[in-house]
Antibody, heavy 118, light 107 residues
Framework: EVQLVESGGGLVQPRGSLRLSCAASGFTFSSYWMSWVRQAPGEGLEWVANIKQDGNERYYVDSVKGRFTISRDNAKNSLYLQMNSLRAEDTAVYYC???????????WGRGTLVTVSS | DIQMTQSPSSVSASVGDRVTITCRASQGISSWLAWYQQKPGKAPKLLIQ???SLQSGVPSRFSGSGSGTDFTLTISSLQPEDFATYYC?????????FGPGTKVDIK
């Protein structure tokens, strides 16, 4: 089955860190750009980061630059998001998404909730 | 950054109605636009990409049009399973940005 499964979310204090993981299966993971997209409670969608197939190109939304790092391990069919210096405004469901022609998101995981609160 | 706006923000409609949602980009994005459907508690689903290309498995009652800055999503005959929130997204340049969403609910 073609799927993405996120893990690693939870409650973290402001200025804390968290690492999200996404396990891909059912498709050739190494052939696709991959992305993280988030959605704050009751809000819309926000693209967070993209990473190229070989990991050599990465792009971020300005609000997370310098704090978040997207990475991947093609041997493990896994995508990661290292989140440091977390803020209350980072509270959201984080979705792992497969990037279609590096412009859209054609396969999504179920999401993992990150709550930043003291 | 390219800002995306949608109208209306919500629409109440009945089964069988024709529904049109508009999306506008703050600058030209050629045809690099996608539409997603999201139901409560679920991940978004890609419906249409490159403004008018229907994703495999998406019913033909969904259609998209437009280029440049103005785009539309049309549902020709609303079905019960179509009640959801719809988002547009520009894929022209980083950072990719989404519209605020249009909620389609039951009249």
């Amino acid at each position: 089955e073609v799927q993405l499964v996120e893990s690693g979310g939870g409650l973290v204090q402001p200025r804390g860190s968290l690492r999200l993981s996404c396990a891909a299966s059912g498709f050739t993971f190494s052939s696709y750009w991959m992305s993280w997209v988030r959605q704050a409670p009751g809000e819309g969608l926000e693209w967070v980061a993209n990473i190229k197939q070989d990991g050599n190109e990465r792009y971020y939304v300005d609000s997370v630059k310098g704090r978040f790092t997207i990475s991947r391990d093609n041997a493990k069919n896994s995508l990661y998001l290292q989140m440091n210096s977390l803020r209350a405004e980072d509270t959201a469901v984080y979705y792992c998404a497969r990037s279609f022609v590096n412009r859209y998101f054609d396969l999504w995981g179920r999401g993992t909730l990150v709550t930043v609160s003291s | 950054d390219i800002q995306m706006t949608q109208s209306p923000s919500s629409v109440s409609a009945s089964v069988g109605d024709r529904v049109t949602i508009t999306c506008r980009a703050s600058q030209g994005i050629s045809s690099w636009l996608a539409w997603y459907q999201q139901k409560p508690g679920k991940a978004p689903k890609l419906l249409i990409q490159t403004a008018s290309s229907l994703q495999s498995g998406v019913p033909s009652r969904f259609s998209g049009s437009g280029s440049g800055t103005d785009f539309t999503l049309t549902i020709s005959s609303l079905q019960p399973e179509d009640f959801a929130t719809y988002y547009c997204q520009q894929g022209n340049s980083f950072p990719f940005t989404f519209g605020p969403g249009t909620k389609v609910d039951i009249k």
